[in-house]
């Protein structure tokens, strides 16, 4: 099955934290160059090519409880970028190409219109 872009359904993923979509869009393009610092960390933890052999990198920290709602960036906690937008609201969903978006301040910096 085919989705909007020509891809297979399937090809499509999306990056969750604390049970909410943080990032979204196709599989080659997030694994290519993830927007969220998440996703970026999820990738640096995982074996692939070159890192065979090596130590893996790990996310710093721990999740939060999921039983509270989020009112500013979950990941905020964890995250090496970190700003003060962060702590203070939930990031909006930013579009980042062409069916695909994060939601993450640095996005909304990068990408907003």
Do not use: W
């Not at 872009?5 to 599989?27: F, H, M």
């Amino acid at each position: 099955m085919r989705g909007e872009q020509g891809e297979c359904v399937g090809d499509r993923v999306a990056v969750i934290y604390v049970g909410q979509i943080v990032e979204q869009g196709s599989l080659r393009d997030i694994v290519r160059s993830p927007a969220h610092p998440y996703a970026k960390g999820l990738l640096a933890s995982t074996i692939h090519g070159a890192k065979r052999g090596q130590r893996l990198e790990t996310i710093p920290g721990t999740p939060p409880s999921l039983g509270e709602k989020p009112h500013n960036c979950s990941f905020a906690p964890r995250c090496a970028m970190t700003q003060p937008r962060c702590l203070e609201q939930l990031p909006a969903k930013v579009e980042v190409g062409p069916g695909r978006a994060a939601r993450c301040v640095l996005a909304e910096q990068a990408f907003a219109r």
